[in-house]
């Protein structure tokens, strides 16, 4: 995915999840970076920078990587983790299914 990709690919699915949260009060999001290729520096920089402090103004607190064997996407996501801000809880999972019951737990 070219960098203008992934930038509008994340701000459509944050104004998505911006609807979604007055349906239901809650808002996780779940990266799944086995459907992902290499993030470069500069995308990376922007997540951390620009769309995680919009994301957590939205009301997005937790986020569920499924991690892969792609080192690179891998390497993104734990840039990510290492520098994310206050007010988002990140969590690193081996399946789609093992997110979502982290969500589960985590909303009860």
């Known amino acids: 995915m070219m960098p203008e990709e992934f ?3 994340l701000d459509f699915g944050l104004e998505f999840m911006k609807e ?3 349906e239901t009060g ?4 779940l990266s799944d970076g086995t459907l992902a290729g290499a993030v470069d520096e500069e995308g990376i920089k922007w997540v951390i920078e620009d769309w995680t402090p919009r994301a957590i103004a939205a009301g997005i607190k937790y986020v ?4 892969t064997e792609n080192e690179w996407v891998n390497l993104a996501a734990e840039e990510y983790r290492e520098t994310a801000k206050e ?3 990140t969590g690193y ?3 789609v299914e093992s997110v979502k019951k982290w969500f589960r737990e985590i909303t009860r």
């Not at 809650?26 to 999001?29: A, E, R, T, V």
């Not at 569920?64 to 991690?67: A, C, L, Q």
């Open 26 to 29: 809650k808002m996780m999001w």
């Open 64 to 67: 569920g990587f499924v991690i």
């Open 7 to 9: 930038k509008a690919h």
């Open 20 to 22: 979604k949260v007055k």
């Open 93 to 95: 999972f081996k399946d």
């Open 87 to 89: 007010g988002m809880t």
